[in-house]
Nanobody, 121 residues
């Protein structure tokens, strides 16, 4: 079964670090970009970072650039989000995601269950 499973969230003090993991099970994700989103209470879900399947391309939201690093371990089918210098405003549920349109123009979209990150001041 194709699915995404996140782990690694928790409670950390401002300035601390956490690493989130997302295991991509199944063959559906081969060749597709992997994304990390987050949603804070009362706010819309926002894209935090993405990485290409090859790991050669990536993107970071302005709010996390320089503090967060996304990486991909192909041997483990796992995408990571290393988060350093955490701030209270990073508090959110973090979701792993992959979505694409196939050659028949059919959209595919997968989301993990989310993992809570709480940063105390």
């Amino acid at each position: 079964q194709d699915r995404l499973v996140e782990s690694g969230g928790g409670l950390v003090r401002a300035g601390g670090s956490l690493t989130l993991s997302c295991v991509a099970s199944g063959h559906a994700f081969v060749g597709h970009d992997m994304n990390w989103y987050r949603q804070a209470p009362g706010k819309e879900r926002e894209l935090v970072a993405w990485i290409s399947w090859s790991g050669g391309r990536g993107y970071y939201a302005d709010s996390v650039r320089g503090r967060f690093t996304i990486s991909w371990n192909g041997a483990k089918n796992t995408v990571y989000l290393q988060m350093n210098s955490l701030k209270p405003e990073d508090t959110a549920i973090y979701y792993c995601n992959s979505e694409w349109e196939d050659t028949l123009e059919i959209s595919h979209e997968y989301w993990g269950q989310g993992t809570q990150v709480t940063v105390s001041s």
